[in-house]
């Protein structure tokens, strides 16, 4: 039965493809070759029936942006160290300009449309003509893309998505103008969506709302109450704002308070809760007593104060407790709430008013902006450092993930930090410790490691996880997590950058030989991750009113967070820029010294031990923690 219908389904696609192929006697109808497949349908989804021809469809075609193949030569040249340079952000008109598609492109996609029989008045282009759309039935597109569209059903939730169902084609000579065609192959991060939605919890996100991102689970929460002290005297039982401040060195009074900018990004109906804060700051902050972060609401995003689930409040209680008294009463962090489906491209179209269309814009399966609420598209002001807790599996939609990483590098560009934690289930990825199957699907099952994503994205710096081991105080060296996994490993979809290879070849030169993993379970092109480290464990914090341990690179990525914008401080101070994208600095001969490495510790996972630290550069700690003060000192004598 299964083997019958999946042969007829062969015969259909081939007979399409040779369809168009047999009647092309021009040369615009060059023959069609897969653009794009899916090599499996994402767990938790089944194929349910065929779709029904005459179903309208928004189709839009992204087409390929000029220049990208140069981005990471534009991006060394303000951000490695050695070049003259150094510093000199973009604008973002400059951005924009850059990377706009190509007259050639634009035509080469209309004139194939026209000429397979779509009536040119149908075509609409985007304003920067990043993109064409046309509504058509699905009959139309599963001709013009020689495909076959079928409704795939979620198994818990009913929800149901329309998708192609192995690949899709083009022309040869149109499918090096285009990224992508939409709605395709994408599933996107629906799989950790529907998980969320089974809590049946608070909106904005409803049911069927896709929510890729889920903040990393709070490894422990205990009650500590009384026994808490305010100094930095039990480090390696409770961590205080002092002990990361003696950790670090990092005991820094803010004064460029009026250009600086500093972000904490939260997602869909993640709240921080006002009087939580207050009751942490009380102990180890008084003076933020009745200090808020500043809202920024993307696509409606809110706080909400009457929530009392620890799932919902436990990340944004803890980004915020532990950043604004690091930060200081003086300047002032930025809450960029996402509302929706909390994705990330809706926090990067709310900045960037470019990418709202860019490259096909969002993908209606991920990127959901409630009804009613109308979409933000560069209406917010950036800030120049972000610090983002929330991660997935780097099993995506591999353009989609492109699309996204590439942004972040036109940030970059732009003199933007973005700071993602690595995640937490050590060579597992975050979203629900899932690892690859040899079939490709992901699952929490032993199987090959896999990282999480943004963090492997080369253009944000990625943060790991360490402890202060027991028995130990805040002026020993760290090791890495140990109650769970520092977040780590080799990308699969990003290779390894030119200013990574040193260390990372150095790192797998040296260890890379007696892990005994075949090869196929981590990528050792790829790009590794993370790339520095702070403290994850155990992190002292206020949840419903009282006081508990949590942790994670949750915890680690604000604390970096605060010390990048204290470096940001600095400069501005000096009448210099912020540091922007700082990863071929923090890997230069220049800034060796900057860091403690870290040396203790493995990051288990997908039934495994992980990683082994290292001296130098490890797939667990990065390069590891840092001294604040060389830290600052190395980017102040940059220009
Ligand atoms: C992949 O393999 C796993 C384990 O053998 C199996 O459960 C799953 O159904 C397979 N998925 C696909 C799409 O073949
Ligand atoms: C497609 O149809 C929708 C709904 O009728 C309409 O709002 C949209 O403008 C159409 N798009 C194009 C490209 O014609
Ligand atoms: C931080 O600086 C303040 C003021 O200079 C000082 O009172 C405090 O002891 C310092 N804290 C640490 C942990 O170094
Ligand atoms: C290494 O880390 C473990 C915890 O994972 C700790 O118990 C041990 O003391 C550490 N060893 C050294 C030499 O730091
Ligand atoms: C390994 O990573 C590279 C990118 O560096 C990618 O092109 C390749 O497909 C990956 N291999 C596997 C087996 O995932
Ligand atoms: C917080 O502490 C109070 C008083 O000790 C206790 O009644 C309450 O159950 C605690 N809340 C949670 C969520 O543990």
């Given at each position: 039965?299964?083997?019958?219908?999946s042969?007829?389904?062969?015969?259909?696609?081939?007979?399409?493809?040779?369809?168009?192929?047999?009647?092309s006697?021009?040369?615009?109808?060059?023959?069609?070759?897969?653009?794009?497949?899916?090599s499996?349908?994402?767990?938790?989804?089944s194929?349910?029936?065929?779709?029904?021809?005459?179903?309208?469809?928004p189709?839009?075609?992204?087409?390929?942006?000029?220049?990208?193949?140069?981005l990471?030569?534009?991006l060394?040249?303000?951000?490695?160290?050695?070049?003259?340079?150094?510093?000199?952000?973009?604008?973002?008109?400059?951005?924009a300009?850059?990377?706009?598609?190509?007259?050639?492109?634009?035509?080469?996609?209309?004139?194939?449309l026209?000429?397979?029989?779509?009536?040119?008045?149908?075509?609409?282009?985007t304003?920067?003509?990043?993109?064409?759309?046309?509504?058509?039935?699905?009959?139309?597109?599963?001709?013009?893309?020689?495909?076959?569209?079928?409704?795939?059903?979620?198994?818990d939730?009913?929800?149901?998505?329309?998708?192609?169902?192995?690949?899709?084609?083009?022309?040869?000579?149109?499918?090096?103008?285009?990224?992508?065609?939409?709605?395709?192959?994408?599933?996107?991060?629906i799989?950790?969506?529907?998980?969320?939605?089974?809590?049946?919890?608070?909106s904005?996100?409803?049911?069927?709302?896709?929510?890729p991102?889920?903040p990393?689970?709070?490894?422990?929460?205990?009650?500590?109450?009384?026994?808490?002290?305010?100094?930095?005297?039990?480090?390696?039982?409770?961590?205080?704002?002092?002990?990361?401040?003696?950790?670090?060195?990092f005991?820094?009074?803010?004064?460029?308070?009026?250009?600086?900018?500093v972000?904490?990004?939260?997602?869909?109906?993640?709240?921080?809760?006002?009087?939580?804060?207050?009751?942490?700051f009380?102990?180890?902050?008084?003076?933020?007593?009745?200090?808020?972060?500043?809202?920024?609401?993307?696509?409606?995003g809110?706080?909400?104060?009457?929530?009392?689930?620890?799932?919902?409040?436990?990340?944004?209680n803890?980004?915020?407790?532990?950043?604004?008294?690091?930060?200081?009463?003086?300047?002032?962090?930025?809450?960029?709430?996402?509302?929706?489906?909390?994705?990330?491209?809706?926090?990067?179209?709310a900045?960037?008013?470019?990418?709202?269309?860019?490259?096909?814009?969002?993908?209606?399966?991920?990127?959901?902006?409630?009804?009613?609420?109308?979409?933000?598209?560069?209406?917010?002001?950036?800030?120049?450092?972000?610090?983002?807790?929330?991660?997935?599996?780097?099993?995506?939609?591999?353009?989609?993930?492109?699309?996204?990483?590439?942004?972040?590098g036109?940030?970059?560009?732009?003199?933007?930090?973005?700071?993602?934690?690595?995640?937490?289930?050590?060579?597992?990825?975050?979203?629900?410790?899932?690892?690859?199957?040899?079939?490709?699907?992901?699952?929490?099952?032993?199987?090959?490691?896999l990282?999480?994503?943004?963090?492997?994205?080369?253009?944000?710096?990625?943060?790991?996880?360490?402890?202060?081991?027991?028995?130990?105080?805040?002026?020993?060296?760290e090791?890495?997590t140990?109650?769970?996994?520092?977040?780590?490993?080799?990308?699969?979809?990003?290779?390894?950058?030119?200013?990574?290879?040193?260390?990372?070849?150095?790192y797998?030169?040296?260890?890379?030989?007696?892990?005994?993993?075949?090869?196929?379970?981590?990528n050792?092109?790829?790009?590794?991750?993370?790339?520095?480290?702070?403290?994850?464990?155990?992190?002292?914090?206020?949840?419903?009113?009282?006081?508990?341990?949590?942790?994670?690179?949750?915890?680690?990525?604000?604390?970096?967070?605060?010390?990048?914008?204290?470096?940001?401080?600095?400069?501005?101070?000096?009448?210099?820029?912020?540091?922007?994208?700082?990863?071929?600095?923090?890997?230069?001969?220049?800034?060796?010294?900057?860091?403690?490495?870290?040396?203790?510790?493995?990051?288990?996972?997908?039934?495994?031990?992980?990683?082994?630290?290292?001296?130098?550069?490890?797939?667990?700690?990065?390069?590891?923690?840092?001294?604040?003060?060389?830290?600052?000192q190395?980017?102040?004598?940059?220009?």
């Amino acid at each position: 039965m299964v083997l019958l219908s999946s042969f007829n389904l062969f015969i259909g696609l081939v007979s399409a493809v040779a369809g168009v192929a047999s009647t092309s006697t021009s040369p615009l109808l060059s023959r069609r070759i897969l653009h794009e497949r899916r090599s499996a349908v994402p767990q938790g989804w089944s194929l349910h029936r065929r779709a029904d021809p005459d179903t309208v469809i928004p189709l839009s075609i992204a087409l390929r942006q000029s220049n990208l193949d140069n981005l990471d030569d534009y991006l060394l040249e303000i951000a490695d160290p050695t070049s003259p340079k150094y510093g000199q952000h973009w604008t973002p008109a400059r951005v924009a300009q850059t990377f706009r598609p190509s007259k050639e492109s634009v035509d080469a996609v209309r004139t194939w449309l026209v000429h397979d029989g779509v009536d040119g008045s149908r075509i609409q282009f985007t304003k920067d003509r990043a993109y064409l759309q046309l509504n058509v039935t699905v009959a139309e597109a599963e001709s013009l893309l020689a495909t076959e569209y079928y409704v795939y059903q979620h198994d818990d939730s009913g929800v149901e998505h329309l998708a192609c169902h192995h690949g899709y084609h083009l022309p040869e000579h149109v499918s090096s103008h285009v990224d992508l065609v939409s709605p395709t192959v994408q599933f996107g991060g629906i799989k950790l969506g529907a998980a969320l939605a089974k809590r049946g919890g608070a909106s904005p996100a409803k049911k069927d709302m896709p929510r890729p991102h889920g903040p990393p689970k709070t490894p422990v929460a205990a009650e500590v109450g009384s026994a808490l002290t305010a100094d930095a005297t039990n480090c390696d039982q409770q961590v205080t704002p002092d002990c990361l401040r003696e950790l670090y060195g990092f005991n820094y009074t803010f004064v460029a308070t009026d250009k600086n900018k500093v972000g904490v990004v939260e997602l869909a109906d993640q709240t921080y809760v006002a009087k939580d804060l207050d009751v942490f700051f009380k102990k180890f902050a008084p003076e933020l007593v009745g200090v808020e972060p500043t809202l920024v609401s993307i696509d409606g995003g809110k706080v909400d104060f009457t929530e009392t689930d620890e799932s919902i409040i436990g990340e944004s209680n803890l980004d915020f407790q532990l950043i604004m008294p690091l930060l200081g009463k003086e300047q002032q962090v930025s809450l960029f709430q996402v509302g929706g489906s909390g994705s990330f491209n809706l926090l990067l179209d709310a900045v960037d008013g470019a990418y709202c269309t860019f490259d096909g814009g969002d993908d209606p399966s991920e990127d959901v902006v409630p009804s009613g609420v109308k979409e933000d598209c560069g209406t917010k002001a950036p800030a120049f450092v972000y610090s983002v807790s929330y991660a997935g599996a780097e099993d995506d939609d591999v353009h989609y993930m492109q699309r996204q990483c590439t942004e972040f590098g036109k940030l970059a560009l732009a003199g933007m930090t973005f700071l993602f934690a690595s995640g937490d289930n050590g060579v597992a990825s975050n979203s629900a410790n899932l690892c690859l199957l040899p079939n490709g699907t992901a699952a929490d099952a032993p199987g090959a490691f896999l990282p999480n994503f943004p963090a492997t994205c080369p253009y944000v710096t990625a943060v790991g996880s360490t402890q202060v081991d027991a028995g130990k105080s805040a002026r020993d060296v760290e090791s890495a997590t140990s109650s769970f996994g520092s977040g780590g490993g080799f990308s699969n979809v990003f290779p390894r950058p030119k200013w990574q290879k040193r260390a990372v070849g150095g790192y797998l030169s040296k260890v890379g030989g007696s892990l005994g993993y075949a090869g196929d379970v981590f990528n050792r092109s790829g790009r590794g991750v993370p790339d520095v480290a702070a403290n994850g464990f155990p992190t002292a914090v206020v949840i419903d009113g009282n006081f508990t341990l949590s942790g994670g690179t949750s915890a680690s990525t604000p604390i970096f967070a605060a010390m990048v914008a204290a470096v940001n401080d600095a400069r501005l101070a000096a009448g210099k820029g912020p540091v922007g994208w700082m990863n071929p600095a923090l890997y230069s001969h220049m800034f060796a010294g900057v860091f403690n490495d870290i040396t203790n510790g493995t990051n288990p996972g997908c039934g495994t031990d992980g990683f082994p630290t290292a001296a130098g550069w490890d797939p667990v700690t990065g390069l590891g923690t840092v001294k604040f003060q060389q830290l600052l000192q190395r980017f102040l004598t940059l220009p």
